[in-house]
């Protein structure tokens, strides 16, 4: 059986890295647009899944705790994936 609450805490504990991580890559005035590209593109899958996980959440009866703790990492990687656009929006400039 899956521990879709363990994984939903493997998740959070790769967001937190990922929240810390970004803005310091989009920081470095050295990032290609490519490297920005990829890291969109990572970001937007990473959020596909957490939205994955959370309607799995749901649909087995999870704590509302449990399922607002996917909705919050949910959004993290939505905010971050905006982020990256708007610095390769502003790359293209």
């Known amino acids: ?3 879709w609450v363990a994984i939903l ?5 790769t967001g937190d890295q990922m929240g810390r991580e970004v803005p310091q ?3 470095n005035p050295d ?5 920005v590209k990829t890291l969109f593109s990572a970001l937007e899958k990473q959020a596909e899944f957490v ?4 309607m799995a ?3 087995f009866g999870h704590d509302f ?3 607002k703790a996917a909705e919050r990492l949910e959004e993290r990687y939505a ?4 982020s990256v656009a708007e610095k390769l929006k502003a790359m293209r400039k």
């Open 1 to 3: 059986m899956t521990d």
């Open 9 to 13: 805490k493997e998740q959070t504990v």
């Open 25 to 27: 890559m989009l920081a």
């Open 31 to 35: 990032i290609s647009e490519a490297q």
């Open 51 to 54: 939205e994955k996980l959370r």
């Open 57 to 59: 959440l749901e649909k």
């Open 65 to 67: 705790s449990i399922i």
């Open 79 to 82: 905010d971050l994936a905006a």
